[in-house]
Structure formats: structure tokens, C-alpha cells
């Protein structure tokens, strides 16, 4: 049995694992090739119609009402779903709004290799998933998934504090230092609502969790 962090209810547990969970989805969206399954579960059954929760941030509340508005059509949509993921964020050809940090920090050389021993200094070995980066963005939400989740189970103060420190030197030194960039190219050259949402809402959740943490 998982021990209880004393320093978080749970109503405030139930909102980290919500945003971990469009987190987890959102990333998953720009680093695998939608696929039929896909499009059903979260848009034909009507999962992104309404969040599991809701957020002041401005970002988010744009974010959940492209979603809503998005994929209506599933004849159509897991094919124009397609069509923009391969525009946006495809690892090959020139993609438009690559989701990779490497690209967007001055410090080109060098991203990929920082947030790898940010990685490794929690024991995280990556596997090989198709030949992405470790500085993709779908890799790390999903690292940023793995802190908020150790954080929760943690029953220290100490250790607890220790934890939001390291979760907003990651948010600050590795995700807020280049989404806000990344989502202004999602912005102009997506053309699905569905992709506009995932982008507008990565900024926004990541956004949210360092103020929780804060």
C-alpha cells in the first residue's frame, strides 16, 4: 500500500492526478500518429467534451473550448488529425512546430544532454520509442507525470518540500523555458482545433502545476 503525503488532501491529490492525466494524453497526441482508437475514446465518446476539472488560467479555459468545439466528424477527423500531427511533429521532413526543446533553446547542443541527466539523477532510463528524443515534449510530460506522481506518495516534510523544489526547477528550466514558443507555432500552422486545444492546453497545465507547486 502506497503511503499518504500528510501534506496534500485530497481534494488537492485528486487535482494532480487530473492534470497528470491530460498531461499523459496531450503528450501522447504529439508524439504517436493518432489513430482510430484514439480519436473514439476521447473524442467520439465525448471524454474531451467536458474536463475532469476546471482552472482560472485563461490558457485553460481557451484550451477546453477548442477541444470541445473539435472533432465532430469521426469519418473525417482521425484523417485530419493525421494530416496535422505529420505537419506539426513529425520526426522526419521539416515539421512546423517540432515538439523537440533542442530546437527552440539557445542552448541547442547541449538540451537534449541536460534534461538526459536530469532524467538519469532520478534513475529514469529511457527506452527506445521509435527513435525520439529525449528533449521531445511528449518525453518530457512524461517525466514532469512521474515527479508529480512521486511527490503524492511521499510522507516526509522534508522530503516533500524537496520535491516541489525539484518539480519547479524542471517546469521552470525545462518546459516554461521554451513552450510559450512552441505553442505560438502550434497556434499559426495547425489547422485543427484538436491540435490547436492539445498545444494551448500543455502551456496551460504545465503552467497551473508551478503555481501549485509554488
Known amino acids: 500500500m502506497e503511503p499518504e503525503n500528510n501534506n496534500i488532501t485530497p481534494d488537492r491529490k485528486n487535482l494532480l492526478k487530473g492534470y497528470n492525466m491530460l498531461l499523459y494524453f496531450a503528450g501522447s497526441m504529439i508524439m ?29 479555459i481557451k484550451a477546453a473550448s477548442l477541444l470541445k468545439d473539435s472533432c465532430d466528424d469521426k469519418e473525417t477527423c482521425r484523417k485530419r488529425l493525421e494530416e496535422d500531427y505529420y505537419r506539426l511533429f513529425a520526426v522526419t521532413g521539416l ?25 538519469h539523477s532520478y534513475g529514469w532510463q529511457l ?46 528550466q525545462y518546459l516554461l523555458s521554451w513552450i510559450p514558443r512552441w505553442n505560438e507555432d502550434v497556434q499559426e500552422y495547425a489547422h485543427t482545433h484538436c491540435y490547436k486545444g ?15 507547486f509554488s
Request: include cysteine; charged fraction near 30%; aromatic fraction near 10%.
Open 127 to 172: 527506452k527506445p520509442l521509435n527513435k525520439i528524443p529525449d528533449d521531445h515534449l511528449g518525453i518530457e510530460l512524461l517525466f514532469l507525470t512521474k515527479l508529480v506522481d512521486k511527490y503524492m506518495v511521499l510522507d516526509d516534510d522534508p522530503c516533500c518540500c524537496e520535491m516541489r523544489k525539484e518539480i519547479l526547477r524542471y517546469i521552470d
Open 32 to 60: 504517436n500518429e493518432p489513430t482510430d482508437e484514439c480519436v473514439i475514446d476521447f473524442w467520439v465518446s465525448g471524454n474531451l467534451k467536458k474536463l475532469p476539472f476546471t482552472s482560472s488560467n485563461p490558457r485553460f
Open 198 to 212: 492539445i498545444g494551448t492546453l500543455i502551456y496551460a497545465g504545465v503552467e497551473d502545476l508551478y503555481k501549485i
Open 95 to 119: 515539421p512546423l512546430a517540432p515538439a523537440q526543446s533542442s530546437i527552440y533553446l539557445a542552448d541547442k547542443k547541449n538540451a537534449g544532454k541536460k534534461v538526459n541527466e536530469f532524467y
